[in-house]
């Protein structure tokens, strides 16, 4: 009934409409400064939304894991009609089985500078059991967050002569609401905006949108560097991540990279009944539980010989930078309902200079109504490292490797052989991520990041973080080995339920997004 | 196509055959030893194979988990038309919403003593993706185990001229086919066995069959006890688990008790990106490594206080029974392809003497192509403790709560509040399972324990195995309270997967079994 009624409304108000296929409008003579350009965008966003919000989930409704080849494609070939409806050239860069990048060109008459906008289309793989409209495909409008109560709502009726209004704390659950497909969304509503205000764009913009940054982005490295040639540009921005958990914007200036493998201990060849080999037969869980417990302190310490080895510091700008954040950890415990963050006492901003050693699930046999009463054949830990400025992917796993056997473990690739099983006490598969790589971080001392900070500032009343680098893992080693800086401007609401069931945008959210990515690309410039 | 075969030959070559239904013919004047007896059921059985396997198959076809009630209650109308057609009167102890004891009695004309035969007609939890034909309940013959490369065969041709001819390697895949459905089989083919040979029955016979053993025998002990006038026995006979691992037979005289229970840890209260808050968001997967490492030592040890406190240790008898089974332990080892078991050195069976600490299973959100990159929210690790006599398990359950709090972790007993979560750094949620019970132990100097043990011995070529007390856990202890002395005579191959995915049974298995019923049943006498 929904999606019916979705077709038959997108068909209506569809976001191509006849006026922004005519010629743009003659331009106004006067530049508007960062601030007026952001209440334009709000004003013009005001008559709009529900165009808006029927775009992006018209977006969401199409699956998008990077390895479902038919959905990613669907996704891709969605994306250029949104690009050539804004009059962007737009060229498919494919990847064999694989959701091709997406890359889109606007030329802007009199610009000196090129921005390139990078975000992903593609989102985490989903448990639908774990999501409570059991679809993350199906968009679900809601009052609020669930955690608030939230109550889910169709969307409103919409007529030229009584637009929707949609309250700021609505929310649109579904995959790929805030990671990655919003941000997208919000750049094309950005250049409607300003295109419907005739105000001129500022720089030449440049967008690649990749299908599989949620798998490790294996093939983008290979691609961008195929297509070199398209990608001359003087600033990267990724709108890729959430804005700071005070709800303030965000810039950011790094990121972590990521190493993540699977860890598999092993007990007898079949799992075995507990009655009558419990006690005897080893088992594999605890072998895990062991070894994980071996390798990080309560506090939070990574134990791994070298782990901290690595790290480049950073700079006093940074430093000056990361001291001027806001510390709202205290109330942001509260929200996330803890009692003592790891780290020793330091703060998430701080922590976010080092590497990290996550366990992102275990596995083995079966636990609740499923439990059987068996001594498991094997028990296995998926792991994710993010790394930092310095830190190589490989000798890092090297790091974790060499920790494992000074365990007393040995350690195979794939699963052991009878006469491995045979041989030693205590066995462990490690199995690498195939794709993994490391941080980068663009100087913050650059006028393009200056300017960068300047324009998002003056767009956003001076409110936004300015971050010498994020947590989480975007490839932008990648642009920095094209020689492109980049800087992170993310949009969406920090509470998103990111990579996990749920996932969702604050609408208030996606239109300050709007507002910040029509000053940027109307006002940057150095 | 299977099952539309199976239903036509079981049509055609039902096992309530016409022979069966009619009087039972005048019994042989002189009593047979159990060998003779063992001897004489072979010679029946290897003309009658065929229908004893499809009586099997047809009853394997019915999904039977405990809390299934439709298809528990078919196993049990199953149950009461094969009893029936051998003329034994059955009823059917109910139980709201599961399925109901289903009682059986067989008076045999100047018999002085009364045999209880109990095991129980449903099976552990299934998760079809586990098995290698995907369908528990569609029973798979086998030309070997599948360890042993067997194939899937279907069930051999068979006629009046030409009686199909069954290998004795050949198995039979299925929920079940070892535990506990093919003990009833083997009792009811010895009773057609003895009968087609006119050897009458030494002793009354009463049947127990439980539908709920693996959920914990909830009811029985209620059940029964309402029940009582039906259950004057001398001796109880229990069919419920394997043979000793060296394929000989076994006669045992005690088991182990069970308390579960499931151990969950918390994180933040929904997951979260491991880029952005990894290094400082609590992860319960390590909270849950720590508190599981803390609770055995390498070499199997439980280090929980008091663990030991109150075995009731073996007396000489059992002792020397113990010190007298045959140690192949060396050779389990091999087959189940480990190095080093659990324990420091001691044996597997004397092992059993003590109690046990075993993870039957680990879950925190995924792992393998389903990982997402989070700090999960939660981690649970489900735990079984077996008992062995002198154990309480509500007093064992408490050793465990203690031993967690000692680690600082507040204990809860749902999920926790928000006020909770914000003032305890670390949490576990323990989840005791509803059915828990103590061990039992049957006296081997009684004079029907002594008579049983000739019997077998006699019947088996004294090749039997003789132990105190095995490793799993039968719900015995309400036997014992109604005084009634019980003794395990299993009949299953050891290596039949029980508990967990390809459970299955090894034809001669219940060839040998059904001779060893057959000769308790004409033999057994103190």
Known sequence: MRSVLLAVFTAIFAYNTPAQRIPTPPERPHKLNPDQVAQEVRDYRMNNEDRI?????????????????????????????????????????SISGRGPVVFGKLAVPNARRTLIFYAHYDGQPVDPAAWTDGKPFEPALRTDSLENGGKRIPLPANSAQHPAIYNDDWRIYARSSSDDKSPIVALLAALDALRANKIPLGINLKLVLEGEEEDGSPNLERVLLAHKNLL????????????????RPLVFFGDRGILGFQITTYGAIRALHSGHYG?????????????????????????????????????????????????????????????????????????????????????????????????????????????????????????????????????????PTKEERLAHPAIARVAKDPWNYPASRTSMELPVSEALIKVVQDATGGQSVIAPLLGGSVPMYIFEKLQIPWIGVPIVNYDNHQHSSDENLRLGHLWRGMEIYAAILADLNW
């Open 53 to 93: 919000i029927r775009e992006l989930s018209e977006f969401l409704a199409i699956p998008n894991i990077a390895s479902d080849t038919e959905n990613i494609q669907k996704n891709a070939t969605q994306l250029v009609s949104m690009l050539e409806a804004r009059g962007i050239e737009t060229h498919l860069l």
């Open 232 to 247: 001359d540009a003087d600033v990267l921005i990724t709108g890729d991540g959430p804005v700071h958990q005070s709800g």
């Open 279 to 415: 006690n005897w037969a080893p088992n594999p869980g605890f072998t895990l539980a062991r070894l994980l417990t071996s390798m990080k302190s309560e506090d939070g310490k990574v134990l791994i010989e070298g782990f901290y080895d690595d790290i480049v510091p950073l700079n006093t700008t940074e430093k000056d930078a990361l001291a001027a954040m806001p510390n709202n950890d205290a109330d942001l415990e509260r929200d996330l309902q803890f009692a003592r963050p790891e780290g020793g006492g330091q703060r998430l901003m701080e922590l976010l200079q080092y590497p990290s050693l996550n366990i992102r699930g275990l596995r083995s046999a079966y636990v609740g109504e499923q439990a059987q009463n068996v001594v498991p054949e094997k028990a296995t830990a998926a792991i994710d490292v993010r790394l930092v400025k310095g830190e190589d992917p490989d000798k890092k796993f090297e790091q974790v490797l060499a920790h494992i056997r000074k365990q007393g473990l040995f350690i195979t690739t794939v699963d």
